[in-house]
């Protein structure tokens, strides 16, 4: 049984007057205890799935206008706010790229992974102190008491995300969404700590989301890998299937941007031209005018997502080259 289901989710924002539609009809499965990598370029919609999953959406101007999300037998985009309140942050948590935005700095970090562990939890400050040490040294913080009474502008970035993570997981979820997690990091404890998430991921049986523009970092964590396109998924496979056999046009791209230790000499290639908003998504395949493929077809038709051999019946891309 997958331990989230997405249907048909759909998201828009009301901008000066105009409907900009930045999920438009994203599906996805998250199996049990597995990691669904969310790839794509900046725009791309990857951060409002992610809210639509907590319910985040700031409404207005956002407004989520249809789909499903299960999780645990509930359709979390239409059960009473105080349901949901008991799903966030208890059976679903979140890390976010800049701590700085979820890390209150007028409070001690001890204070704030212990409070919610008070409050929800009913535990004693004695009792809620102790397991905030033993989740600060779960991920990897060598001086949890020093860690504990600090304020978090008194840590490095790394250090920051650390506590965030043992926030997330204070209440044990079922289900953690990490957005872009180490971006802000530098490379080395960028690896470190997605190796620690990955670990803890294991250890603790929960199923994750992992966003991410860079593909390589999805490489070595995801089971599945869905990619985003101006509000859509355009390719989703498992990990493998993307990396060994990419459909297409966008996610082989997106594959050469990875840097690589033999190309480090070279340039990075990038895609040229932008995502477009979602005020001006064109016609036919959104990805059209930047595609070294694109058919005439490609610039009238818009393509469905369609499966593509392979990938054990798992790969599906949106594209008119398959079919
Ligand atoms: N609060 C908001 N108000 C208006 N538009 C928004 C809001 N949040 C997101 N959008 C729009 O929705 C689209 C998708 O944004 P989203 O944040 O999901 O992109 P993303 O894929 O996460 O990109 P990034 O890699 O930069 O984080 C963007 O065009 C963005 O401008
Ligand atoms: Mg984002």
Redesign the pocket.
Known sequence: MPCLSCSDLRVS?R?QKKT?R??RGVSFELDDRKTLGIV????????????SIMRL??AP??KIEAGTMLFEGKDLLSIPEKQMREVRGRRISMIF?DPMTSLNPVFTCGHQVAEPLILHKGMGKRAAAELCAELFSEVGIAEPKRVFSSYPHNLSGGMRQRVMIAMALACSPRLLIA??PTTALDVTVQAKLLELLKKLQDAKGMSMIL?T?NLGIVAGMAHDVMV?YA?EVVESAPARAIFDSPRHPYTERLLKTIPSIEKRSGRLTVIPGTVP??LEIPDGCPFHPRCQRATERCGKEHPALRRVDGGGGKHQARCHLYG
């Open positions: 924002f901008i900009a930045a999920v794509g370029e900046s725009g791309c919609g990857k951060s409002v799935t992610a809210s959406i700031p101007p956002g790229q957005d872009e966003i523009h985003m509000g908003t979602p």
